[in-house]
């Protein structure tokens, strides 16, 4: 394929790929052809925001982390170990990842976030540029029927930016238990959002 070059793997003997390019070429590829066309733009951002990976390292950052810039490391160290991300592996019977297949696993995911310009993955640090929300991510249990997290997420994006008392004191609950107590507020640290009702 363009950009690519065939290599063999000759520990093992398996069919692989290198790319020529480093992984921000293809980042700003990838972002370029967003801004171009906005139908094919609209497709890329489905496509990749409805990948159950690309949304459990969105819940890892937004939840678990909370902050406008996060260590590399702390990502590496601490994705796999989220309950959240363990419990899909095993419903999906996914191996646990080691240490070494963390390093390989979440710079991909990292840089398919950085694509659609959710972060801005920097050698060390990775840097949230704002919430990209989806129904998924105000959800606080995984059975939740999808029409409550979709309402959830609309209640959401008409109290944005700090409406809290527009939220009732259920959903409130539910979404400061998963992003903070500042969410909806002027403290919370993230004050641009998108909301990604389509996917």
């Known amino acids: 394929k363009p950009g690519c070059i065939k290599v063999v793997d000759t520990f093992r003997g398996i069919p692989s790929s290198a790319m020529r390019d480093n992984e921000e070429f293809y980042n700003n590829l990838v972002r370029s052809r967003m801004l171009s066309d906005a139908s094919a733009g609209g497709v890329i951002r489905r496509t990749i925001l409805g990948m159950h990976a690309v949304r459990q390292m969105m819940a890892f950052l937004y939840h678990g982390a909370r902050r406008p810039t996060v260590a590399r490391d702390f990502v590496y160290d601490n994705f796999f170990q989220a309950p959240f991300v363990k419990q899909f592996m095993e419903q999906e019977g996914i191996e646990e990842a080691t240490p ?32 990209v929300l989806t129904a998924d991510l105000v959800r606080p249990y995984a059975r ?20 809290a008392d527009t939220v009732s004191s259920e959903d409130i609950s539910i979404v ?24």
């Not at 390093?103 to 919430?131: H, M, S």
């Not at 939740?144 to 409406?163: F, G, K, T």
Request: charged share 30%.
């Open 100 to 131: 070494e297949a963390a390093k390989r696993r979440c710079p991909f995911l990292l840089n398919l976030l950085a694509a659609v310009g959710v972060v801005e993955a920097e050698r060390k640090n990775v840097r949230i540029t704002g919430l």
């Open 144 to 163: 939740e029927a999808q029409e409550a997290s979709a309402r959830r997420l609309r209640v959401v994006r008409d109290a944005w930016p700090d409406r």
């Open 176 to 199: 400061r238990e998963l992003f903070g107590p500042e969410f909806l507020t002027s403290r919370y640290p993230f004050q641009q959002a998108q909301f990604v009702e389509d996917l």
